[in-house]
């Protein structure tokens, strides 16, 4: 059974940062993607970034690009989101999904960390 626990989030003041974790069980990282996506309230989900450990491939999205930082550990079966230079249009649920190498659906999502950005 695929399971994806989300953890880091909080509270954030503007120009913080955050680092937030998505810890697998029950896949191999080797062989899947892991994605991270937000969604704030009363907004559609949006994509954040996405990484491939098997091959080290990465994804950030453009209004992120220079701020977040994906990465993942292997051995620890676990990818992590680092935030930096937050602002509060950043404030939403964050979910880390996984994907099935060579497919286009992310079929396991964890339960979600609440990031929020204010002063």
């Known amino acids: 059974q695929v399971q994806l626990v989300e953890s880091g989030g909080g509270l954030a003041q503007p120009g913080g940062s955050l680092k937030l974790s998505c810890a697998a069980t029950?896949?191999?990282?080797?062989?899947?993607?892991i994605g991270w996506f937000r969604q704030a309230p009363g907004k559609e989900r949006e994509a954040v970034a996405c990484?491939?450990?098997?091959?080290?491939?990465?994804y950030i999205a453009d209004s992120m690009k220079g701020r977040f930082i994906i990465s993942g550990d292997k051995a620890k079966n676990t990818v992590y989101l680092q935030m930096d230079s937050l602002k509060p249009e950043d404030t939403a649920v964050y979910y880390c999904?996984?994907?099935?190498?060579?497919?286009?659906?992310?079929?396991?999502w964890g339960q979600g960390t609440q990031v929020t950005v204010s002063s």
């Open positions: 999904a996984a994907r099935a190498q060579y497919t286009n659906t992310y079929g396991d």
């Open positions: 029950g896949i191999t990282l080797d062989y899947y993607a």
């Open positions: 990484i491939s450990l098997s091959d080290g491939t990465t």
